[in-house]
């Protein structure tokens, strides 16, 4: 069949409206598909108080600027992490979700309990920072040196509060008090960071490790008296406190990392864009000084360096768990 002159005119317009039409809804589909194009969200997986929540907090203005973004904070606290960083495994990789966790997203792998894989189920972004641990204790408590606790935990049955079973403070505490210093210390295990130093401020119990940033402020107010840190150096926030290892116990270099990650099978170009944005955030003066103020030591590190160092820290807390014989409650 053919058409007339008429007929072949108003198909040819017909088809150049569509083709109009078209184009006019692949520019829009097109801009849907730059990415980020939604509120993106950055899952904390412990409640309020601790290292991840204070770095995302500091970061938070500058990244959602350098992104171009609104960006939400969720905390999902419980069982050590473990509850809010499974809900991240289990998202569709679209990089609108970033995990920003601690040392325990490698510790709890050691424990059947972890229900995820770090290797297989998330992608790095990067180490944002790490900070030390410390010991602090209740300014009731008649001691002013960790030797004078050890000697009164001797004799008198004594717990400490932790940030979580199975996190990095708990470990260090338990390898301190009961493999080196060999003294029973009971555990009591909060839901996060600002939990456990509110624990040891009202007095129950007397004694807690943590990450640093968690009772920072509390011990500058004087409401606990930090005894020991398991940096290398004294730290500048702290110049008072003597390290573990001044105090003889030079194996304990123990640190809580914050780290970012992703879905596994986010794109490449959304993994080096979240790691563009937070290395160039967390490289600017006024960000670095506030972080630092925290006892933080700024990392930033590569993707690339982030997997290896998640494979040496999964070997070395590995070997911390088999040495002390925790069970993650």
Same mark, same amino acid.
């Given at each position: 069949?053919?058409?007339?002159?008429?007929?072949?005119?108003?198909?040819?317009?017909?088809?150049?409206? *569509?083709?109009?039409?078209?184009?006019?809804?692949?520019?829009?589909?097109?801009?849907?598909?730059?990415?980020?194009?939604?509120?993106?969200? +950055?899952?904390?997986?412990?409640?309020?108080?601790?290292?991840?929540?204070?770095? =995302?907090?500091?970061?938070?203005?500058?990244?959602?600027?350098?992104?171009?973004?609104?960006?939400?904070?969720?905390?999902?606290?419980?069982?050590?992490?473990?509850?809010?960083?499974?809900?991240?495994?289990?998202?569709?990789?679209?990089?609108?979700?970033?995990?920003?966790?601690?040392?325990?997203?490698?510790?709890?792998?050691?424990?059947?309990?972890?229900?995820?894989?770090?290797?297989?189920? #998330?992608?790095?972004?990067?180490?944002?920072?790490?900070?030390?641990? !410390?010991?602090?204790?209740?300014?009731?408590?008649?001691?002013?040196?960790?030797?004078?606790?050890?000697?009164?935990?001797?004799?008198?049955?004594?717990?400490?509060?932790?940030?979580?079973?199975?996190?990095?403070?708990?470990?260090?505490?338990?390898?301190? #008090?009961?493999?080196?210093?060999?003294?029973?210390?009971?555990? +009591?295990?909060?839901?996060?960071?600002?939990? =456990?130093?509110?624990? !040891?401020?009202?007095?129950?119990?007397?004694?807690?490790?943590?990450?640093?940033?968690?009772?920072?402020?509390?011990?500058?107010?004087?409401?606990?008296?930090?005894?020991?840190?398991?940096?290398?150096?004294?730290? =500048?926030?702290?110049?008072?406190?003597?390290?573990?290892?001044? *105090? &003889?116990?030079?194996?304990?270099?123990?640190?809580?990392?914050?780290?970012? #990650?992703?879905?596994? &099978?986010?794109?490449?170009?959304?993994?080096?864009?979240?790691?563009?944005?937070?290395?160039? !955030?967390?490289?600017?003066?006024?960000?670095?000084?506030? +972080?630092?103020?925290?006892?933080?030591?700024?990392?930033?590190?590569?993707?690339?360096?982030?997997?290896?160092?998640?494979?040496?820290?999964?070997?070395?807390?590995?070997?911390?768990?088999?040495?002390?014989?925790?069970?993650?409650?």
């Amino acid at each position: 069949m053919f058409l007339k002159n008429s007929d072949q005119s108003s198909s040819l317009a017909r088809r150049s409206l *569509l083709a109009c039409l078209a184009a006019g809804l692949v520019a829009p589909l097109r801009a849907q598909t730059k990415w980020p194009n939604k509120v993106l969200r +950055i899952v904390i997986p412990f409640v309020p108080g601790g290292p991840p929540d204070a770095v =995302a907090r500091l970061i938070l203005p500058k990244l959602s600027e350098n992104l171009g973004q609104s960006i939400v904070i969720d905390n999902r606290g419980g069982a050590g992490g473990n509850i809010g960083t499974q809900l991240v495994a289990k998202l569709p990789p679209d990089g609108n979700t970033l995990l920003l966790t601690t040392t325990a997203f490698v510790i709890n792998t050691q424990f059947p309990e972890s229900n995820y894989n770090a290797l297989t189920d #998330f992608l790095p972004v990067t180490i944002t920072a790490t900070q030390s641990h !410390v010991i602090v204790v209740h300014p009731s408590l008649p001691v002013k040196t960790l030797a004078e606790l050890v000697t009164m935990a001797r004799t008198n049955p004594m717990a400490f509060a932790t940030p979580g079973s199975g996190t990095a403070p708990h470990l260090t505490a338990e390898r301190f #008090f009961n493999l080196v210093a060999k003294v029973n210390m009971t555990p +009591i295990h909060y839901r996060g960071a600002g939990l =456990a130093v509110g624990a !040891v401020v009202a007095g129950e119990p007397k004694v807690g490790c943590m990450a640093i940033a968690g009772p920072l402020q509390n011990i500058k107010a004087g409401k606990l008296r930090a005894l020991a840190v398991s940096s290398s150096q004294r730290l =500048a926030t702290l110049p008072d406190v003597p390290t573990l290892t001044e *105090l &003889g116990y030079a194996d304990i270099l123990d640190s809580t990392w914050v780290g970012a #990650f992703l879905p596994n &099978g986010t794109p490449s170009s959304i993994q080096a864009r979240w790691y563009e944005a937070l290395s160039q !955030v967390l490289a600017m003066p006024d960000i670095q000084e506030k +972080i630092q103020s925290f006892a933080f030591d700024i990392i930033a590190d590569t993707p690339a360096h982030t997997s290896e160092y998640v494979k040496e820290e999964m070997q070395r807390w590995g070997d911390v768990i088999r040495r002390t014989g925790i069970k993650i409650e």
